[in-house]
């Protein structure tokens, strides 16, 4: 369970974030939608205490990133945008050294793997050095790396980008999944289909602010459209940075 | 502490595999340097032996002036050569080393019993032609000897009369600290192997990482910062010192390859004596990772990170250019500046000469205090965000 209560930063001049706020609940998938700069990637990177807010409050289940940040890591499995694996290791060591810097015994490590090798069809690649894979490959790994140690709220940064039709299929039944086990799942994005298909609750963010928040039908409701493009559009008032 | 070694075990592996790192600090250092200082000191003798071996070329002007003293110089081997048009367009256009000229009143001089005028013709600021001047010189001088010795003599004096002073070479040096050239050129190289065999990972672990976008997902994991940095520090010098160790032991294996006879020298690296300069090195490993890391933290990539460590090799260079400048006497007040009291108690141990334990712990404990303030400096810099995510 994610609280975030009017969450401000800025960059120098930049007004990254501009008072957000927002809840993720457990057992439920939570997108934020917004344009390229909206200020999504900023948000998440204060929610998984890499970056401290100029002002306002966060509680991943009831922790503070500000003074817990090492107990809040422990609950939080993040795939940051950047999928960052060690190319001259394999998908394997990779998945050991963060299940290690978990504190993970070698053991619950290697059934995790185990586990996680067969729920995200990793067979083939597991034991590759990870140079040369495909985005698909290389966010499932990153996926594997980021769960190995069972955390309860999962965040993830444009999962889908970059990734063909299959693995896109592929990785949306694996967050389903972890929804249905009772995680809370936040997971950034600007593709609409994406939050159409996979959110309970939508937080639309432009320019750093909170356009609108709800589920599909709310926010279709209150904009009074068709279709969840049209009310994307109309709720942050510009098609700029809209990408389908 | 389990973050730290785990992070300093997956450095290691992965910089294992890295043809690079392995490349720049297990293979360059150690094969190069040794090679260089052998083909080096080869090159030197043998061109130095060619000098004197070689026989003198004398071209002479106004032979016609000094027919007894031409006779001497052909007798001791000189080849005289006929006189030149422009002796002096000669010597500077690096003809010939040397030319001599007799001058026209040399005949009416020496009969009157005074000194008589000959010109030698020469540049000494060319170093090659140092040889030929001297032999010249020592020619001419003996010759001089001679003639003066002979003229007191037939006036009944004893020539002994005229060397109030005999001067004797007593030499004291072993041929061990004759090897000079050994004693600057091995705590220059060794200095910059610990440097350079640091470079690689230290740029590798920290800007690398950034640029690779790996930081990110690293420091998401519940693990100090300072653990992390640490980790990756360790690592740094594990690699300098185990470039310095290769390095070192290359030398041992390269040295009797060395042309002992001409220089009189007598280099052989024991295991005490290496084990010794090891000791005293290993602290300048330290210091080197830990700077390198720090300012290679700063830089947004690989490659921008290149572009300061080529200003950051300069600093091993310069105590050892201090000391080929200005050959200075160890004392125990040195032993507290890092880098240069490594260079002279290497060269003091290379000598064989006793160092007292004092300057060993001075030389260390110093350099290892810098070090690891350098090292805590950089431990802390992850702790701020603008060096993670570069310059958002």
Known sequence: ?244 | MRGLTTVFKKEVRENIRDRRALFNSLLLGPLLFPLLFVGMMWFLESAEKERADKILELPVIGAQYAPSLIRFLEQQGTLIQPEPENPEEMVRSQEVPVVLRILPEFPEKWSEGLPAPVEVISDPSRQESNAPIRRVKGLLYGYGQQIGSLRLQLRGISPQLASPIMIKDVDLSTPKSRAILAVIFLPYVLMITAFTGATHLAMDTTAGEKERKSLEPLLINPVPRWQIMTGKMLTTMVFAMASLALTLVSFRFVLPFMPVGAFGMDLTLGVETLLKILLVISPVAILAAALLTLLASFAKSYREAQSYMGLVILIPMIPSLIFMANPIRAETWMMNIPLFSQNLLIGEIIRDQPVPLEWYGLSIASTLAIGLVLAALAATLYNRPKLIFGSS
Do not use: W
């Open chain 1, 1 to 244: 369970m994610i609280v975030v209560k009017n969450l401000y930063k800025s960059f120098g001049e930049v007004k990254a974030v501009n008072g957000v706020s927002f809840e993720a609940r457990d057992g439920e998938i939570t997108g934020l939608l917004g344009p390229n700069g909206a200020g999504k990637t900023t948000t998440l990177r204060m929610l998984y205490s890499l970056l401290p807010p100029d002002q306002g409050e966060i509680r991943i289940d009831g922790l503070d990133p500000a003074r817990d940040a090492m107990e809040i890591k422990r609950t939080l499995g993040v795939v940051p945008d950047n999928r960052g694996l060690y190319s001259r290791l394999t998908a394997r060591e990779n998945i050991i050294y963060f299940g290690e810097l978990h504190g993970m015994s070698k053991q619950a490590i290697r059934e995790r793997i185990e586990t996680m090798t067969a729920t995200l069809d990793m067979g083939d690649f597991i034991d590759r050095r990870t140079e040369g894979f495909s985005q698909g490959q290389n966010v499932k790994v990153a996926i594997a790396r980021a769960m190995v140690h069972e955390p309860q709220t999962v965040l993830l940064d444009e999962p889908s980008n970059g990734l063909d039709v299959m693995s896109t299929r592929a990785l949306r039944e694996y967050i389903r999944e972890l929804k249905a086990a009772g995680h809370s799942v936040v997971l950034s994005t600007h593709i609409m289909q994406e939050v159409a298909a996979l959110c309970d609750r939508i937080v639309i963010i432009a320019k750093g602010e909170v356009a609108a928040d709800g589920t599909t039908s709310e926010l279709l409701e209150r904009s009074g459209c068709e279709t969840l493009e049209d009310a994307f559009v109309k709720l942050i008032g510009t098609e700029e940075g809209l990408l389908a």
